[in-house]
């Protein structure tokens, strides 16, 4: 039974973040990557058949952002006639569409628990540094757009070298604009990418993935599936993710030996084994893997 579903409803984005699959360290469009959405359709016959036992529905993307989506509002607006009670949420760099569009999302998300992510790492001086292309003041006059019209925003800040300095007038500016939660993490991605620009706030300590044995499966404990955008569904997000990323090709053949319907049943099959995916010990392992990221989590109101 299907309880939330994550949507990476587009490929589209205007930013070049250096640790995305999307490109390769921040140059061009990886070459496992086309453009293009989730039709609306398609969208609709990934829903229908969990419609009474969803949860929750998000839209975050691995090598997309959810605003480049010309059917977004469509999709939530079709899913909350169907069922008001549905927790919508989304991650974004923010700097995508008008302040318009936004005001109309903040309409749509109503409900209690429904949200927006802003992906904002410092200020005007820091966040294209690794948030490369995406335009600060329309990151915060789109935000607060959206939060005058009554969403909820949350600000979360990737901390690097050189933002981290930061964090408490980023904290201070978040309260002051009306955002609901401030979260501060820093990337665990350092074992996939050697960035010379770019360096971690503390010293990134290299976690043999491999010698990890205890798994805490984020999909199973959530009952959730992942959708990318081209419809093609994976067990999660980091699984699916690997299907694109070209710099972590040869820790995860035996992911890309498989079909993504195969992988529905092989990642349960590995982890019954004991023998879980590299992927999964990276994501989910008990003592390390991305829940070790998180640094702080503010709720503002």
Same mark, same amino acid.
């Given at each position: 039974m =299907? +309880?939330?579903?994550h949507i990476e409803n587009t490929s589209i984005c205007n930013a070049a973040c250096p640790m995305c699959a %999307? !490109? #390769? !360290?921040?140059?061009? @469009?990886a070459s496992t990557v086309t453009l293009g959405s989730l039709p609306f359709e398609k969208f609709q016959q990934h829903v229908l058949p969990h419609l009474l036992t969803l949860d929750k529905i998000f839209f975050c993307?691995? #090598?997309?952002?959810? /605003?480049g989506d010309k059917n977004l509002l469509k999709a939530i607006t079709w899913v909350k006639s169907l069922r008001p009670d549905m927790v919508i949420g989304l991650n =974004?760099?923010?700097s995508i569409q008008n302040v318009e569009w936004w005001r109309k999302l903040a309409q749509q998300l109503t409900g209690v628990y429904d949200y927006v992510v802003f992906s904002i790492d410092g200020l005007e001086d820091t966040n294209h540094i690794y948030r490369v292309r995406v335009p600060w003041h329309k990151i915060m006059t789109n &935000?607060?757009?959206f939060i005058d019209a009554g969403g909820s925003a949350h600000w979360d800040m990737l901390v690097f070298e050189h933002n981290k300095h930061q964090v408490e007038e980023c904290k201070a500016l978040a309260d002051s604009m009306g955002f609901t939660w401030f979260r501060v993490k820093e990337t665990d991605r350092w074992d996939q990418f050697d960035l010379k620009s770019i360096k971690p706030a503390?010293?990134? !300590?290299? @976690?043999?993935? !491999?010698? @990890?044995?205890v798994i805490q499966c984020e999909r199973n404990i959530e009952d959730s599936t992942y959708i990318d955008y081209k419809g093609q569904e994976f067990p999660c997000c980091h699984i699916g993710e690997m299907y694109y990323s070209t710099t972590q090709r040869d820790n995860n053949e035996d992911i890309l030996s498989h079909t993504p319907e195969e992988l529905m049943t092989e990642y349960q099959t590995r982890l019954d084994n004991n023998n879980p995916f590299y992927t999964c010990k %990276? &994501? /989910?392992? +008990?003592? &390390?893997?991305?829940?070790?990221?998180? +640094?702080?989590? @503010?709720?503002? +109101?």
């Open positions: =299907t +309880k939330i579903l %999307r !490109n #390769v !360290n921040g140059e061009g @469009i993307g691995s #090598v997309g952002d959810p /605003c =974004t760099n923010g &935000a607060q757009s503390s010293e990134a !300590n290299y @976690i043999d993935y !491999n010698n @990890i044995d %990276r &994501a /989910c392992g +008990k003592t &390390a893997g991305k829940h070790s990221q998180w +640094k702080q989590e @503010i709720q503002l +109101k």
